[in-house]
């Protein structure tokens, strides 16, 4: 899990509730990540950014939103129009070519 | 659009034996191929990756992984199996030229190894 930090490591919500995932890194990579996983499923992609200011929907995206206002942190917000939080969230940076991952965040919803 | 299979929800082994965890993958041009493994509620950690090269690669833990092109595959193999070894293993493919280097994993098999 290396230089990669998430919190809270257990996230309970009740429906019609935003809920707001960190995540925080002090490897200097540009580039940040973040995945749902599901049983049976593998990890599918949310959002990344590529830089700071800049970040970009992945295959699944509907229903969060994220920020990149410094490079160390990429915060995740699961909104209420998320119709299926409860998962397994872990967040990735590059170096170049390999992903990095911290240690996630289970999300139950209520 | 790049996919990976990975065949078998399941791989259970003797310690001791050697042990292989199938992955396929279709992806447009050169493939970035990589296996993770992920042990209870925790994050994926890195073991190995290929992105060109020698076609065996060797990783962390005594794992390696040989990339065929023309199969597709880039299955993940030990020689001696250990206990400690049993986990989620995933494999993951990128597309060289893909700008936004998110990876696409499978679906992950775990690996039972019986003492």
């Known amino acids: 899990d290396g230089g990669i930090t998430q919190s809270p490591k257990y996230l309970f919500r009740k429906e019609g509730q935003n809920v707001t995932l960190s995540c925080e890194q002090n490897l200097n990579h540009d580039a940040m990540y973040w995945y749902r996983q599901d049983p049976g499923q593998g990890l599918r992609l949310i959002y990344y950014?590529?830089?700071?200011?800049?970040?970009q929907k992945g295959d699944i995206a509907e229903g969060y939103s994220v920020s990149r206002e410094k490079k160390e942190s990429f915060p995740l917000t699961v909104t209420s129009a998320q119709k299926n939080p409860t998962a397994f969230y872990l967040c990735?940076?590059?170096?170049?070519?390999?992903?990095?991952f911290g240690p996630g965040t289970r999300l139950t919803v209520l | 659009a790049q996919s990976v299979a990975q065949p078998e929800d399941q791989v259970n082994v003797a310690e001791g034996n050697p042990l292989t965890v199938k992955c396929t993958y279709s992806?447009?041009?050169?493939?970035?191929l990589f296996w993770y493994v992920q042990y209870p509620n925790r994050g994926l950690q890195f073991l190995l990756k290929y992105i060109t090269g020698d076609n065996l690669v060797k990783g962390s833990y005594g794992f390696e992984a040989e990339f065929n092109k023309s199969q597709t595959s880039f299955h993940l193999k030990k020689p001696s199996a250990l206990v400690s070894d049993s986990a989620l293993y995933f494999c993951a493919v990128r597309g060289g030229d893909t700008g936004r280097r998110a990876l696409t994993f499978g679906s992950g098999t775990r690996l039972q190894v019986q003492p």
């Open positions: 950014s590529q830089i700071v200011n800049d970040f």
């Open positions: 990735a940076t590059i170096d170049l070519h390999t992903q990095y």
């Open positions: 992806v447009s041009g050169n493939p970035y």
